[in-house]
């Protein structure tokens, strides 16, 4: 991961990743992972997304690492809310009722610091990382979270068409990083709307790994 590169993305507020509504694919099957109110979920490389909120508005608690201090910053103010900041390692922990983030390297997040995860929920992480960081991070991710179920979200594309972030994820793919820790239920794939950036065709698949 180019740690400059999305430190500049944010700093330049090019992020046209940040959508703009509750992902439709967390809508249309977060119940498959089984929550009760209160569970957490974690949301890695969360950035400001809103995600957090439709998850907060639901009941539940949410934790997410982000390498981006301006995203956190904002994602709190967008909230509402003011955190207490602290250093926890060589992280940032921004905390208010409900939700815990981690501002920093992902790599360096362990599960002492993190506390309970019930969920995770992935939309912009594993696509974001090149292929050469994938596998390291779903092992982290998976030892982070205790083999908590995971919500993951991939694009499908030609993956010449463009270089990435985010990268095109095969189920071939999926099924090499996660299959030895997880059962992999694919629950939903479907066609971009207009086609990935209006340019070209792309899916989106949506799994329950559990």
Not at 148 to 169: H, N
């Amino acid at each position: 991961m180019d740690r400059e590169f999305w430190h500049r993305k944010w700093a330049i507020d090019e992020i046209g990743f940040h959508e703009c509504a509750a992902n439709p694919l967390l809508v249309a099957h977060v119940g498959r992972l089984g929550l009760v109110a209160g569970s957490r979920v974690f949301v890695p490389l969360c950035g400001k997304s809103l995600d957090l909120h439709w998850l907060l508005s639901k009941g539940y608690r949410v934790a997410g690492a982000e390498l981006s201090q301006i995203a956190v910053d904002q994602l709190f103010a967008d909230l509402g809310l003011t955190p207490d900041v602290r250093q926890a390692g060589e992280l940032l922990h921004y905390r208010a009722q409900d939700i815990d983030i981690f501002v920093g390297d992902i790599f360096c997040l362990d599960s002492e610091t993190l506390g309970q995860v019930d969920a995770v929920y992935d939309r912009a992480a594993f696509v974001a990382l090149p292929a050469s960081m994938r596998g390291p991070y779903a092992t982290h991710v998976t030892q982070l979270a205790g083999r908590a179920p995971q919500l993951l979200v991939c694009y499908q594309y030609e993956q010449a068409l463009m270089a990435g972030p985010p990268f095109s994820i095969s189920d071939e793919e999926v099924a090499q990083r996660y299959g030895h820790a997880y059962g992999l239920t694919l629950l939903a794939r479907a066609g971009v709307a207009g086609g990935f950036k209006g340019r070209f065709p792309a899916a989106e698949a949506v799994w329950l790994l559990q």
